[in-house]
């Protein structure tokens, strides 16, 4: 099945803690997971990927976890800063480049 | 960085009216580019999948009829919302693929936002 989102839920930290942003994905198929930041009224902004062999990724202040065995992936952002508040989705990546995002977390950081 | 860009940025419509969005690729050449629409407060839901010289492949639920996609050049894809109806109001995100860098590199539009009255 796809992930299809609802409503979204929210999450709100204070500036200078981490952030955990949690994604279940439902198609054991899939290649490739990927991160997106979405500040509002604005498309989607690439933050980090990982493969589908792979458990951990670090970036730049980001990690991502990917925990096939129960199709959870979470993304953690170190000491988050005001201008880390925006819409975080996760999406799955197929073959040929089809996307299919999760459904999504608002952040917002309390400065 | 790959460049998409989506032209209008806002667009208020009459209700039966159809109106065209542009996606396009900037600084280079895209043989797919994807057409998503995201309600408010959900998350983005893809459309259809655009490729260059043939016809867009729709996902399930979306009507083709309605919404006409017409990609004609490496850097140029228009979705089309026709008899547009009040239901049809959302935020049309596009995204691009470039080839050779591996088939899950996307980059993506800023969205347009499309009233219908």
């Known amino acids: 099945g796809e992930s299809v989102g609802l409503h979204l839920p929210t999450l709100s930290v204070q500036e200078g803690d981490n952030s955990i942003i949690n994604c279940a994905y439902s198609n054991s198929a899939s290649d490739y997971f990927i991160w997106y930041k979405q500040e509002s009224g604005k498309g989607p902004q690439f933050i980090i990927d990982i493969r589908s062999n792979m458990d951990k990724r670090q970036g730049q202040r980001v990690t991502v976890l990917l925990n096939k065995t129960v199709k959870h992936l979470s993304l953690q952002i170190a000491a988050t800063q005001p201008g880390d508040s925006a819409v975080y989705f996760c999406?799955?990546?197929?073959?040929?480049?089809?996307?299919?995002f999760g459904q999504g977390t608002e952040l917002s950081v309390k400065p | 960085g790959a460049v998409v860009s989506q032209h209008p940025s806002r667009v208020i419509c009459k209700s039966g009216t159809s109106v065209k969005i542009e996606c396009r690729s900037l600084?280079?050449?895209?043989?797919?580019m994807f057409w998503y629409r995201q309600f408010p407060k959900q998350s983005l839901m893809l459309m259809a999948t655009s490729n260059e010289g043939s016809k867009a492949t729709y996902e399930q639920g979306v009507e083709k009829d309605k919404f006409l996609i017409n990609h004609a050049s490496l850097t140029l894809s228009t979705l089309t919302v026709t008899s547009a109806h009040p239901e049809d109001s959302s935020f049309y995100i596009c995204?691009?693929?470039?080839?050779?860098?591996?088939?899950?590199?996307?980059?993506f539009g800023p969205g347009t936002r499309l009233t219908v009255t």
């Open positions: 600084d280079f050449q895209a043989t797919t």
């Open positions: 999406a799955e990546a197929f073959q040929g480049g089809k996307l299919i």
């Open positions: 995204s691009a693929s470039i080839p050779g860098l591996g088939s899950y590199e996307q980059y």
